[in-house]
């Protein structure tokens, strides 16, 4: 949410602050606009020289232009307008955008007792401004004319002008994932990136920070996707370490970052996988016996692709835990784990754990995440196996559902799929030839797929295909109909993250 800033914004706590021991010259350098001489408070951040460059509060300053600011917390950038021109600039990055367009600067903005500092001549110029300085009087001398005049003192490189500057066509992340998000320290973890063709480079730094983490210039390309491969290696334990995630075209890096991925760094290593779970003796009724305690793991709610399904089918499974889970797994009704989940990926305080298992046979199955006493939550689930009589399909039957995610050309398919709001899911529903008509309705009965011929054959079997948007949880129903009757049924679900 945008808001004004107000005098005592911007914290600095933010990492990439001026060591004072670096600043000279902080509190004796004069800046004048139009022959006036802009007044910074006494108990505030002054104009400064840091190698070699005027820097100078850019609130302050630019309230002295008659500028308005705007301050967004979340991404940590400002902007303000100026007649025509809107222009906006992420704290600690060497870049600001006019008008869209992004213009390099040789050095970067940097927080100095709580305000942001920022070069002269960029701002100044950015604005359509001349700057000079008067090196006896240690003074910025900013004029509104357009005559250009001669500089002989600390400046940045001249900005080009908005109308110089080439538009090239923005670099954009669609896709970031890692091979986990609990780490120990010194481990590494290898992060996936996927991006356009417009991006040349990909680096992760921590987030509000400047010191690059990782950079990797190399990719494959696959269609309009380009990958790249990075890898993290924390130095510090961390109950959340958020790492930024940006791109970059031959215009440089782009002002905010593109993703933002949270880890968890332990002192520990993480490399045997998820803490070891103990199994307990089941009571006659089936239900779990007193062995495992309710800890600080909660089981927030689960997912599965069917509750029905053929032997020897397997079932794909999604666990929603909080915080403080450490390992999911599944059991059967002898409490004996067939399925355990190797990672989990992280959405606002959730951990996401996906998995698949196979039942083997009609009866309780248990959902289990626990915490690092392995104290467990669980949720107890009845699924039914019906005994295949024929390893072939039946000629008018389901062969198979496969959901994916259309912004992410490189994603498995499945069952059941966690996609991001609006996004498209692409779904291919393949039955046996003996079939007259394909319906598919969402959980409102609403019909979003009535065909008849709309497939295409192969090796026996029609493949019929089509595309639904991830507006909210669905559940869909596909519907066999074959001589005017609706003879099978298959569930799937499209799940918004």
Not at 138 to 161: D, E, K, Y
Request: glycine residues 6%; negative net charge.
């Amino acid at each position: 949410m945008k808001k004004f800033i107000p005098a005592c914004v911007i914290s600095a706590v933010a990492a990439g602050i001026f060591c004072v021991s670096s600043i000279m010259g902080a509190a004796d350098v004069t800046v004048k606009l139009d022959g006036k001489t802009i007044n910074y408070a006494q108990n505030d951040a002054q104009p400064q020289i840091v190698d070699n460059r005027t820097m100078v509060p850019l609130r302050a300053t630019g309230e002295a232009f008659g500028l308005e600011f705007e301050w967004n917390d979340k991404t940590r950038v400002v902007s303000f307008k100026d007649g025509d021109k809107v222009i906006t600039h992420v704290v600690n990055q060497p870049y600001i955008y006019v008008n869209g367009v992004p213009i390099e600067c040789d050095y970067a903005s940097a927080i100095v007792q709580n305000r942001v500092l920022f070069s002269v001549r960029m701002l100044s110029e950015a604005l359509g401004k001349n700057v000079s300085w008067d090196a006896p009087n240690r003074t910025v001398i900013i004029t509104s004319t357009t005559t250009p005049t001669t500089t002989t003192a600390p400046s940045t490189t001249t900005a080009p002008s908005t109308s110089s500057a080439p538009l090239v066509p923005q670099s954009q992340i669609v896709r970031v994932e890692s091979d986990r998000t609990t780490v120990g320290v010194g481990e590494e973890v290898s992060i996936t990136v996927t991006a356009d063709k417009n991006t040349e480079s990909v680096k992760i730094s921590e987030y509000g920070q400047q010191r690059i983490l990782g950079l990797s210039k190399d990719y494959t390309e696959s269609g309009e996707y380009r990958t790249f491969k990075l890898v993290l290696k924390p130095e510090e334990a961390k109950e959340s370490l958020r790492i930024a995630v940006y791109s970059a075209n031959e215009e440089g890096y782009k002002l905010g970052p593109d993703q933002i991925i949270n880890f968890k760094v332990t002192t520990t290593s993480q490399t045997s996988g998820t803490t070891k779970t103990t199994t307990s003796t089941s009571t006659s009724s089936g239900t779990t016996s007193g062995t495992k305690q309710k800890g600080d793991a909660d089981l927030e709610k689960y997912i599965l692709s069917a509750e029905k399904v053929k032997s020897g089918a397997t079932i794909d499974i999604i666990i929603y835990s909080n915080n403080f889970g450490v390992s999911a797994w599944v059991e059967d009704e002898s409490e004996s784990v067939i399925s355990k989940a190797t990672d989990h990926s992280n959405k606002d305080s959730s951990y996401i754990w996906r998995f698949s298992f196979k039942p083997s046979k009609t009866g309780y199955y248990y959902f289990c995440v626990a915490d690092k006493n392995n104290k467990v939550d669980y949720e107890k689930v009845y699924i039914t196996v019906e005994t295949a009589t024929s390893t072939q399909y039946d000629n008018s039957n389901f062969v198979s559902v496969t959901l994916k995610d259309s912004s992410n050309s490189d994603n498995k398919g499945s069952s059941s799929i966690i996609v991001d709001k609006y996004d498209y899911v692409d779904v291919e529903i393949q039955t046996g030839r003996k079939i007259d008509r394909l319906i598919v309705r969402d959980n409102n009965n609403n019909e979003i797929f009535n065909e008849s011929s709309s497939y295409t054959e192969k090796d026996g079997k029609f493949i019929w295909t089509f595309s639904v948007r991830a507006d909210e949880d669905t559940r869909y129903t596909a519907v066999i109909r074959y001589d005017n009757v609706d003879r099978n049924t298959r569930e799937f679900r499209v799940n918004v993250d």
